[in-house]
């Protein structure tokens, strides 16, 4: 029922063409339905070729973007909110152009450790610029679905609750919310709660990520209580395995989320395994 994916990271540090042709083909290979594109940079993604390299595999393409300080929309500079406005239009192109109906990420806020919480101004130009992009990816079939992420990585939502919140602060628009084992091991109570609480209609993407990013089930994360609870939702959108390692390197990225460590070395054993993980946790 659900399409399941992986993050391109999982095999390629870059999105050069010849890495993601490579990378789609293991993903293929291995049976995967999706596989998630990181928007590295943007401006060297040549969509011509990637929309037809996708095609080629089979496989549905869906785009992820992480904002920086430079192109931070929560913040009270206007310079670097006019950035962000910038980069994010320039992604949804992208998001088109590549054929993917789904843009997700952290795309409300620099994806970043900050020294102070929110502020009201910040918060508004951050509403202010995803109201605009909703409106420009809705007349493009484009769903736009916000990563609730760790305290670490934003300071705009921690929680599906306040997900919700600045859902309902946008007012009436397609986004919708995304979520990540991950993120919710640090700041949720539970996995039902957060599910139950966005539910199906404003669920946009789901990630599965160990509590350490590395193989699924070799961790702590409650997987089953994961998918028991996306069963009872009618989750119907699509899953898509995130796992980090030195092993793949992207220079601003890994360092973005810290990842240190070598958690494995064989992409394709891990992805492999991945995928038959989550099949048998959504049949069981
Ligand atoms: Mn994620």
């Given at each position: 029922m659900n399409k399941i994916g992986?993050?391109?990271?999982?095999?390629?540090?870059?999105?050069?063409?010849?890495?993601?042709?490579?990378?789609?083909?293991?993903?293929?290979k291995i049976g995967y339905d999706v596989m998630e594109?990181?928007?590295?940079?943007?401006?060297?993604?040549?969509?011509n070729f990637v929309s037809k390299a996708y095609e080629k595999f089979d496989l549905e393409p869906t785009v992820s973007l992480g904002?920086?300080?430079?192109?931070?929309?929560?913040?009270?500079?206007?310079?670097r909110v006019k950035a962000g406005r910038e980069l994010l239009f320039k992604a949804l192109d992208k998001t088109i152009d590549v054929g993917s109906t789904n843009l997700c990420g952290v795309i409300h806020s620099a994806l970043q450790k900050n020294q102070s919480p929110k502020t009201a101004v910040?918060?508004?130009?951050?509403?202010?610029?995803?109201?605009?992009?909703?409106?420009?990816?809705?007349?493009n079939n484009v769903t736009l679905s916000l990563e609730?992420?760790?305290?670490?990585?934003?300071?705009?939502?921690?929680?599906?609750?306040e997900a919700m919140?600045?859902?309902?602060?946008?007012?009436d628009s397609n986004v919708k919310v995304h979520l990540d084992t991950y993120h919710m091991n640090i700041e949720e109570n539970n996995y039902s709660e957060p599910i139950k609480?966005?539910?199906?209609?404003?669920?946009?993407?789901?990630?599965?990520?160990?509590?350490?990013?590395?193989?699924?089930?070799?961790?702590?994360?409650?997987?089953?209580?994961?998918?028991?609870?996306l069963r009872k939702i009618n989750y119907s959108g699509i899953i898509t395995f995130e796992s980090f390692s030195s092993e793949v390197v992207d220079p601003v990225l890994s360092n973005t989320l810290a990842v240190w460590r070598n958690l494995w070395s064989n992409s394709e054993d891990l992805a492999t395994e991945a995928l038959k993980f989550i099949r048998n946790g959504l049949q069981s």
């Open positions: 992986v993050h391109a990271l999982t095999f390629i540090g870059d999105i050069e063409n010849s890495s993601i042709e490579k990378c789609l083909s293991k993903v293929a594109l990181p928007l590295l940079n943007p401006d060297a993604l040549d969509t904002l920086s300080y430079k192109t931070d929309i929560a913040s009270e500079d206007k310079e910040g918060y508004e130009n951050s509403l202010n610029v995803i109201r605009d992009l909703a409106e420009k990816a809705n007349k609730v992420v760790n305290r670490y990585e934003t300071n705009i939502m921690n929680t599906a609750q919140d600045y859902i309902n602060d946008i007012g609480k966005i539910g199906k209609d404003k669920l946009g993407m789901f990630h599965f990520g160990e509590n350490h990013r590395g193989y699924l089930g070799s961790g702590h994360i409650n997987f089953e209580e994961t998918f028991n609870s």
